[in-house]
């Protein structure tokens, strides 16, 4: 028999007394069952739930709005949300607030028992991680990330996600710009989860296309189509026991982010040519550089596999957002280039230095890395890198103070203006956001801006 305390809230009788059932028959014989949502809290007062099943639309007290209290006085209890109408509106909103799922009634049970054990467990690693963390609180001893450089605190809280995500099975989804590193952090959560000694297998999905996705992700049996000549293991089991990275997840069309979603409701798959289906004990983590949840409202992605990507959420910063971390990559990247062109370079000159800070880096640290490559490939043994290559085949170069001409000085107007372009041209044309970072109102930006307009006209 299975010792977990569910608690079930729902205000027709009818649906309480075949869930129970449901339940009992699963081995689940610590049920609560109640009608009137305002009796929650004094249960949970007298009781040690692990589990809540809660209706939506109820009388006495709307469902979200007792899901709201229920997040912020009982956080460590799942909260499963049902409700008749499949809203996506709605299914977003309690997800945002700390739903564990939603489903719509009646349910799959399949579906339903499954959505319950992984809610059950994740509690579960939830209370043992918490255990363990007041057992070392006086151990300072972190686990280490030397491999991604960093001295940024917005890292050091992304670090603190991967630490919580790591030891579940939950899946994860990581978002951020191309280039900031979402491969790299999806394989330290594999590294120090309890799947390290397993496969960590990584699929680029936008390289995919939509005919080959069922026989490159799930293989198939010989013969299962015409040039079928042998079986083929497809991704999906390739990485059983372990870890698959779905990058580009974004990329998926609404058929193929189906099927996807059909393999992580029950753990299973099909191999192209055979009806018999292939389980699987399996750990997701997706990426994608889109903004998913603006996705799901445009009807572009389906709203119920965001649910289950989004378990875990991380979103990686821009490096541009990352500070001193500019200078810090450089650094390393340019002994990684001395390594590789075998040459001993002193360093950057201060201008080049400079550069680097002032550039948006639109491709993050993958274009850093680039930059900075070129530029020791470049550049003499034994020198500094006086010199670098930004998009646009535009060269800074160092130009020596005594060679500065009455032509090099520009009037304190005009340096502005130009100031103003910059930042402009950072913000990709917000004079909202290039307002705040000028220290400026709009308003007075815009103003300033007519009158370049009109300077240039003239």
Known sequence: MKSSTILVVDDEITYLKLLESLL????????????????????????????????????????LLLLEKLADSYPTVPVIMVTAVDEIDIALKAIKIGA?????KPPEIDRLLLTITRALEAKLITKERDTLREI????????????????????????????IFAPTNETVLIVGETGTGKDLIAKKIH?????????????????????????????????AFTGASTEKIGYFEAANGGTIYLDEIGELNKDLQGKLLRVIQYNEIYR???????????????????ELFESVKKHEFRADLFYRLNRGFIKLPSLRMRGNDIRLLADYF????????KKNIAGF??????????????????????????????????????????????VLEKTPSSDLTIGDIFPLEEAIN??????????????????????ISERTLQRKLKKIKGDTIR
């Not at 070392?136 to 050091?156: N, Q, R, W, Y």
């Not at 309890?194 to 996705?213: E, G, M, T």
Request: with cysteine; net charge negative.
């Open 100 to 104: 564990y799922e939603f489903i719509t």
């Open 272 to 290: 192209l040519g055979n009806s018999k289906p292939v389980k699987l004990d399996i750990r997701i983590i997706a990426a994608t550089n889109k």
């Open 191 to 223: 590294d120090i989860s309890p799947r390290k000694y397993q496969p960590f297998v990584s699929v680029n999905l936008a390289s995919i296309s939509s005919s080959l996705f069922e026989s490159e992700l799930f293989g198939y049996e010989k013969g």
């Open 24 to 63: 009992f028959q699963e081995g689940y014989t610590n049920i609560i069952t109640e009608g009137n949502p305002l009796n929650v809290f004094p249960i949970l007062e007298k009781y040690e739930v692990d589990l809540i099943i809660l209706d939506i639309y109820m009388p006495h007290l709307d469902g």
């Open 136 to 163: 070392s609180a006086g151990d300072k001893k972190k686990i280490e990330f030397k491999d991604i450089v960093t001295e940024s605190p917005l890292m050091h809280k992304v670090f603190e996600l991967v630490e």
């Open 349 to 394: 000159t201060n201008e080049i230095e400079e550069a680097l800070l002032r550039y948006h880096f639109p491709g993050n640290v993958r274009e850093l890395e680039n930059i900075v490559l070129n530029a020791v490939a470049k550049c003499k043994n034994g020198d500094n890198i006086d010199s670098i290559e930004l998009p646009q085949n535009y």
């Open 334 to 341: 340019m002994k990684i280039g001395c390594k590789i062109y």
């Open 418 to 439: 130009n100031h103003i372009r910059s930042v402009l041209q950072r913000t990709d044309g917000n004079t909202t956001k290039a307002a705040a970072l000028l220290g």
